[in-house]
C-alpha cells in the first residue's frame, strides 16, 4: 500500500535559519503531494502541493519539489520565523481512484526561537 | 476557510459509553472523511463517504461507524467508548474543481476515562 516517510523531529531552529523537512513517499499508483500545516491548537491546512513529476510547489516562502526518481518531497524555506513554529504533515493521494484518501506521513514539529 | 464545523469541540466521557461527533459543511462537497491523531501516528483514517448513504471504511476502522443521510452531515460514532479511543478526531472534506485537495475541521478532543 501507500506510505509516507518523513523526518522525525522535533526540529529546533534559530529565526532566519534554513529549513529542510525531508519526505519519501511508496505508491504504488501516480500521486499528488502535499505538505499540510498545523498550528498549535488548530486542524490541518494545506500548506503547498504537487500534482506531477517536477512540478514545484511553493506558499508563504515554503518550496517543495516533486521528484518521481527519488520519490521525495522535502519541504524548503530559506528564511523561517517564530511563527512557523507548528507541526508539518507530508501527504499524498493516489490519483487511481482511491476516493481521493489522504495518506500522511507521521508529522514533524518544527519550534523556531527568536 | 472551507465551512467546516465540529462538535462537540471537547468531550469526556466514561469507557463502555455511547459517543457520536459530528461534523458539518456548507460546502456541499461529496467527499467527507474522519482521522484520528495521535502522537508518533500522524493521522489516520477511519471512515469515509463518497456520497449521501456512500461510505466505506479507512485502516483504523475497528470499534467506530459513521452514517451520512445528508450531504452536510457525516456522523462518526463509537459505539461503546474505550480508552484506546482517547484521540483528537478531525473530519475533513473535498470535492468541486479541487478534489485532490482536502480541508479540515477544527477537531473534536474525546478523552475516554
Known amino acids: 500500500g501507500d506510505s509516507v516517510t518523513q523526518m522525525e523531529g522535533p526540529v529546533t531552529l534559530s529565526e532566519e535559519a534554513f529549513l529542510t523537512i525531508n519526505c519519501t513517499y511508496t505508491a504504488t499508483g501516480y500521486p499528488s503531494l502535499f505538505w499540510y500545516v498545523q498550528y498549535p491548537g488548530e486542524g490541518l491546512q494545506l500548506l503547498l502541493k504537487?500534482?506531477?513529476?517536477?512540478d514545484k510547489g511553493s506558499n508563504k516562502g515554503f518550496e517543495a519539489t516533486y521528484r518521481k526518481e527519488t520519490t521525495s518531497f522535502h519541504l524548503e524555506k530559506g528564511s523561517v520565523q517564530v511563527s512557523d513554529s507548528a507541526v508539518y504533515f507530508c501527504a499524498l493521494v493516489d490519483s487511481g481512484g482511491s476516493n481521493y484518501k489522504l495518506t500522511f506521513g507521521k508529522g514533524t514539529l518544527l519550534t523556531v526561537n527568536p | 476557510d472551507a465551512g467546516i464545523t465540529q462538535s462537540p469541540r471537547h468531550k469526556v466521557t466514561e469507557t463502555g459509553t455511547p459517543v457520536t461527533l459530528r461534523c458539518h459543511q456548507t460546502e456541499n462537497h461529496r467527499y467527507m472523511y474522519w482521522y484520528r491523531q495521535d502522537p508518533g501516528h500522524g493521522l489516520r483514517l477511519i471512515h469515509y463517504s463518497y456520497g449521501v448513504k456512500d461510505t466505506d471504511k479507512g485502516e483504523v476502522s475497528d470499534g467506530y461507524s459513521v452514517s451520512r443521510s445528508k450531504t452536510e452531515d457525516f456522523l462518526l460514532t463509537l459505539e461503546s467508548a474505550t480508552s484506546s479511543q482517547t484521540s483528537v478526531y478531525f473530519c475533513?472534506?473535498?470535492?468541486?474543481?479541487?478534489?485532490?485537495?482536502?480541508?479540515f475541521g477544527p477537531g473534536t478532543r474525546l478523552t475516554v476515562t
Open positions: 504537487a500534482t506531477k513529476a517536477d
Open positions: 475533513a472534506i473535498t470535492g468541486g474543481g479541487r478534489l485532490y485537495e482536502q480541508y
